[in-house]
């Protein structure tokens, strides 16, 4: 199977092209969904539910689907993410490996995202990622579950 968008040589069941990050389904596939993406005005709109309320650690908020609002903190050194029954975060859908990636918190207190080799990539803001340090608002995208960073709040 080729990428639809690059051409890259794929496996047969790749639901995201490795190499360019271009969805391989068909949009209108009830196996998919469509995310929205939670922009800064949005979070500091009086009244908004979305992104940090207050006080909190360092933290994941789910961006959409039944579980939108939600929010993971951060609050071990390792976090690891997968659809094994181990992982602290488990995502259980197909588009996410077993092991997929980690969230590590570095010495100076920073989180930073490690991709684990996984099919379908991890990716940030809409690029894929091996490893990356994560900033408020970014947007973490791992198969498709949509997950927003927020830096802990003092």
Not at 30 to 46: D, G, K, M, S, Y
Not at 80 to 86: C, F, L, Q, Y
Request: aromatic share 4%.
């Amino acid at each position: 199977m080729n990428c639809r968008r690059c051409g890259e040589i794929l496996n047969a069941n790749a639901n995201f092209c490795w190499s360019c990050g271009a969805p391989q389904h068909d949009a209108n596939s009830p196996e998919t969904i469509a995310v929205p993406v939670i922009t800064a005005a949005e979070v500091l709109h009086p009244g908004s539910t979305r992104g940090p309320n207050g006080e909190h650690g360092d933290e994941l908020v789910i961006a959409a689907g039944l579980e939108a609002g939600n929010r993971i903190e951060l609050k071990a050194e390792i976090t690891t993410v997968g659809r094994h029954e181990n992982s602290d975060l488990l995502l259980d859908d197909v588009s996410v490996s077993r092991h997929h990636a980690i969230f590590t918190r570095t010495a100076s207190g920073r989180i930073t995202l490690r991709d684990l080799n996984s099919l379908n990539g991890t990716y940030v803001n809409g690029t894929r990622v091996e490893e990356t340090t994560l900033h408020s608002a970014d947007e973490v995208q791992i198969g498709k579950f949509k997950l927003v960073f927020w830096e802990a709040t003092q």
